[in-house]
């Protein structure tokens, strides 16, 4: 164990091609992820009222998207198990994202095919079958991907650059999936909308592969424990749960404000759809623009003391726009376009810190384990992370079948906020117990490992 972190420590630090190459995938998903969970709702379930065409019924949207991400939910630790233990010539990681990624861009496009011109079952069969294609080819390009970012270097101030460079290309993803999405979807539709953002993705996806740098060889299968063994062994660390319970909360929140946008643009705004990408374009716009004072500050500080503070600012965002709109002193666009930001500036923090939180997470358990199991924790990490995602379907259909979503009753677009404000409080509760330094011999004293 010691040899392994030795080699790690001496070789050369990383180029700033080969973190770009690396964080490829990045772009890749924030194009996926922004367009799936923006437009998906708004496509096949659309406000009561309105001129377009609703293709299922809107439990059912709650019931394909929430299934879809717990089943892929499950399959996360399984993968990143898998990957662990897999020996090739290629690596542990590569073969997994060489034969996902095609997959994943060909059902993000069936996505947008319903068969049936109107409400029909043969339109949900379809799009969970699209759906189940969908995630588990997510997951195959995803799990492996996370997994390299312990090898790609042991010292934290590397690892903070290499996920802070990833989120700001992940963010110009976000962009052009955001920007450009609400202006396609209007003109060209929503297959053509599909297509022509999943072809750069789909490039950014092939591109990651020669920035991947494995640096631990995989150890013998008789030193390895069961699947179901290494599951229960993480998930009964109090740092790890601490650490899961606050990310599922925390995290869903971005993806129910993807959801929310169009919606609350229409009904909350009164502008028309396209609008939707001026929001989203804005949020991720201050999401890559506080890249650096977070990169500042997580030089600076721990990671725990700035992931409070990024949760503390999130709910503040989310509480300030419940009240968009209700003041006629200037314009609902403009009063969200003030209050958004400071919601979207803390994500940005989010997705900045939490890859290297899991990082510190891997290195813990091989201080108390003695193996390097990167990708099972990624893939744990997946588990709750998508079932908060998967929450954020039943959330929605929830508060809007509650509270209402149509022109003469919108109030569950507003409620939406304080929910993902509410699960944001309960995320800074649960992150109370986490102690873990920023680097192994940090963990190690204070752990007394």
């Given at each position: ?13 990383l ?27 708004y ?6 009222g ?40 290629w ?18 496009i ?10 029909s ?7 969970g ?33 290499i996920?802070s ?28 909308m599909?297509?022509v ?21 995989p150890?013998?299968e ?8 290494v599951?229960?062994?993480v ?30 643009t ?18 991720i716009?201050?999401m ?13 500080y ?39 930001p ?12 939490v ?12 201080l ?8 099972v ?38 409620v ?20 873990l330094?920023d ?11």
């Open positions: 164990m010691k040899g392994s972190s030795a080699a790690t420590n001496s070789v050369k630090p180029a700033m091609g080969e973190i770009i190459l690396y964080n490829m995938a990045s772009f890749a998903f924030n194009i996926y992820d922004t367009v799936l969970y923006a437009w998906v709702p496509f096949y379930t659309p406000p009561e309105s001129s377009l065409t609703r293709y299922i019924p809107l439990a059912w949207l709650g019931i394909l998207l929430a299934g879809g991400r717990l089943l892929d939910a499950i399959n996360d630790p399984l993968v990143g198990y898998w990957s662990d233990h897999t020996k090739s010539r690596g542990r990681r590569k073969p997994y994202i060489f034969v996902s990624n095609p997959f994943l861009f060909l059902s993000f069936f996505i947008w095919l319903p068969p049936v011109q109107g409400e079952m043969i339109n949900v069969w379809v799009l079958a699209a759906l189940f294609v969908y995630y588990w080819a997510y997951t195959g390009v995803l799990i492996p991907w996370f997994a390299v970012l312990p090898e790609m270097s042991a010292k934290n101030d590397e690892r903070v650059k996920a460079i990833g989120v700001a290309i992940g963010v110009l993803g976000a962009l052009i999936g955001g920007g450009l999405s609400g202006p396609l979807f209007t003109s060209m539709g929503p297959f053509m599909g297509l953002l999943a072809i750069p993705a789909f490039i950014a996806g092939e591109l990651t592969l020669f920035g991947i740098h494995e640096r631990h060889a150890q013998g008789d030193e390895w424990p069961g699947f179901f063994k599951c229960r062994e998930f009964a660390d109090k740092q790890f749960l601490s650490f899961a319970v606050m990310i599922m909360f925390v995290q869903l929140t971005y993806q129910l404000m993807l959801m929310n946008v169009p919606y609350f229409t009904l909350i705004l009164k502008r028309p759809e396209a609008d939707a990408s001026i929001l989203m374009a804005e949020v716009i201050m890559a623009a506080s890249a650096p004072v977070w990169y500042w500050l997580l030089k600076r721990s990671k725990k003391t700035v992931f409070r503070f990024i949760i503390f600012a999130m709910a503040a965002g989310f509480t300030l726009s419940y009240f968009i709109g209700m003041t006629d002193a200037i314009s609902p666009l403009v009063q969200a376009m003030i209050i958004f400071v919601a979207a500036i803390p994500i940005g923090g989010m997705f900045t810190a890859l290297g939180v899991i990082a510190d997470l891997s290195d813990y358990d091989e108390k384990h003695g193996k390097r199991r990167e990708a924790h990624y893939g744990i990490y997946g588990i709750v992370r998508k079932t908060g995602w998967a929450l954020c379907a039943l959330i929605l259909a929830g508060v809007f079948g509650a509270f209402g979503y149509s022109a003469q009753n919108p109030e569950g677009v507003r939406i906020w304080l929910v993902c404000a509410l699960s944001c409080a309960i995320g800074l509760l649960a992150f109370i117990p986490y102690r330094g680097t192994k011999e940090e963990t190690a004293k204070i752990m007394n490992l």
